[in-house]
């Protein structure tokens, strides 16, 4: 055998090279796979930070028995920039009716549907009451709002959020509140200590009586308070979208007369 390996040493080392050559090339492609394999993970990684760290702001539209709330709020963990809004039908203050105060029915935009928000930061919220289920579809003349929420996360990077709700599915419902036993025996228990307070003489019970005309009169002039005050922040609105840029103002005013 070492005599044969001594008369063929050329072809001995010819194929411990070809040998040598394959297992090169095998290393190479495993290192080569290895390395894609690397960088795809890192994309992923990459990824699902991203994801998990976006803004997600949704709109809901819940019930709070005789009405209904519509709630915007960012579920993700950065500030949402820039918040627009596209739903068909808008939402819209539904209030008035029968046996409602005011008695006239009215419809008024909500601000920051119709001019958006610039900026709503994590697990921030912006809630407002809509009306009675009734009152929003005939405002509205729908109960199924569709389109898209459009905003920009902290790097500049555009998001859209989908909405479709139905509030049909609310319809011809029944409520019923209840309070859990545990909230019930608190209550109970803050009542006997408030009757001990009492019949020790150590609180005295102040008891104030008015007249239910008057407090319906309160209650008008407090709506009719509230919607004066909205009416004159939906004209200072108006105002400053009008008024020209402060630098155009110091322009004009810087110039010379002639």
Request: some cysteine.
């Amino acid at each position: 055998m070492i005599e044969w390996c001594n008369n063929n040493s050329g072809f001995m080392m010819a194929s411990l090279t070809l040998v040598y050559v394959v297992a090169t090339m095998t290393v190479v492609g495993l290192m080569v796979w290895a390395n894609r394999l690397t960088a795809r993970n890192t994309q992923i990684a990459i990824h699902l930070d991203k994801e998990r760290s976006k803004p997600v702001v949704i709109m809901e539209i819940l019930p709070d028995v005789p009405v209904f709330i519509l709630k915007v709020r960012n579920i993700g963990l950065t500030a949402a920039h820039h918040v627009r809004f596209a739903i068909a039908p808008e939402p819209k203050l539904c209030f008035g009716g029968q046996n409602q105060y005011p008695p006239e029915k009215t419809e008024r935009t909500i601000h920051f549907v119709t001019e958006g928000i610039r900026s709503l930061p994590p697990q921030g919220e912006v809630a407002t009451t809509l009306g009675t289920l009734d009152r929003i579809e005939e405002g509205l003349g729908s109960l199924h709002f569709r389109g898209k929420i459009s905003y920009t996360d902290p790097l500049g990077e555009a998001h859209v959020t989908i909405v479709d709700s139905d509030l049909a599915i609310f319809r011809g419902l029944a409520y019923s509140g209840k309070k859990p036993i545990v909230t019930v025996a608190k209550e109970l228990e803050k009542i006997s200590q408030e009757l001990g307070y009492i019949g020790s003489g150590f609180h005295k019970p102040t008891v104030l009586t008015q007249d239910i005309k008057e407090h319906r009169q309160e209650e008008r002039d407090f709506v009719e308070c509230a919607m004066k005050t909205m009416d004159q922040m939906e004209a200072a609105d108006q105002l400053a979208r009008q008024a020209p840029p402060e630098g155009a103002r110091r322009s004009t005013s810087d110039k010379s007369p002639v």
